[in-house]
């Protein structure tokens, strides 16, 4: 008589292979995702960018007029005098309510520089973005925006 042993469970080397199937899978979907989320936080940044540029085109335009240039003569326009007042930082508030970062939703406009470039007039922006992190960013005319460093 031939006595049939009722087989219940899965063999230790199934199991083994499944998890070794599971292993190959992750690393190879892992890295991946990693990048996508990488390239996500870039993208952000870039908008990040894109609005401080939208901002600053707003308030040059309405602190220009509230700034008197009148004993600098008529050619003077000191565009530091504009960032100071977007940054908030004059020697009465040093440490002021930062009016970029107040519309952007950032969580501070660290500074601001322009500079007329061969391609055109050109910020470059340094803040920290609402993750922490520090941006670097040069902005170009016409919003093109290329991310320099990120810490």
Same mark, same amino acid.
């Given at each position: 008589?031939?006595?049939?042993?009722?087989?219940?469970?899965?063999?230790?080397?199934?199991?083994?292979?499944?998890?070794?199937?599971?292993?190959?899978?992750?690393?190879?979907?892992?890295?991946?995702?990693?990048?996508?989320?990488?390239? *996500?936080?870039?993208?952000?940044?870039?908008?990040?960018?894109?609005?401080?540029?939208?901002?600053? @085109?707003?308030?040059? *335009?309405?602190?220009?007029?509230?700034?008197?240039?009148?004993?600098?003569? &008529?050619?003077?326009?000191?565009?530091? &005098?504009?960032?100071?007042?977007?940054?908030?930082?004059?020697? &009465?508030?040093?440490?002021?309510?930062?009016?970029?970062?107040?519309?952007?939703?950032?969580?501070?406009?660290?500074?601001?520089?322009?500079?007329?470039?061969?391609?055109?007039?050109?910020?470059?922006?340094?803040?920290?973005?609402?993750?922490?992190?520090?941006? @670097?960013?040069?902005?170009?005319?016409?919003? @093109?925006?290329?991310?320099?460093?990120?810490?």
């Amino acid at each position: 008589m031939i006595k049939r042993f009722n087989k219940k469970g899965f063999t230790l080397v199934e199991i083994i292979v499944v998890l070794v199937i599971l292993a190959i899978l992750a690393a190879i979907a892992v890295p991946s995702v990693l990048g996508y989320v990488e390239e *996500a936080k870039k993208e952000k940044y870039i908008a990040e960018a894109k609005a401080i540029y939208t901002v600053i @085109q707003v308030e040059e *335009a309405r602190l220009e007029n509230e700034i008197d240039y009148t004993d600098k003569g &008529d050619s003077y326009h000191n565009m530091e &005098d504009i960032y100071k007042k977007l940054r908030n930082n004059t020697a &009465d508030n040093p440490d002021g309510e930062n009016i970029i970062s107040n519309k952007v939703g950032i969580k501070s406009m660290d500074w601001i520089y322009s500079n007329e470039s061969k391609d055109g007039y050109v910020y470059l922006l340094h803040w920290t973005s609402d993750d922490g992190k520090k941006i @670097q960013a040069e902005l170009y005319k016409n919003k @093109q925006v290329k991310i320099t460093s990120i810490k």
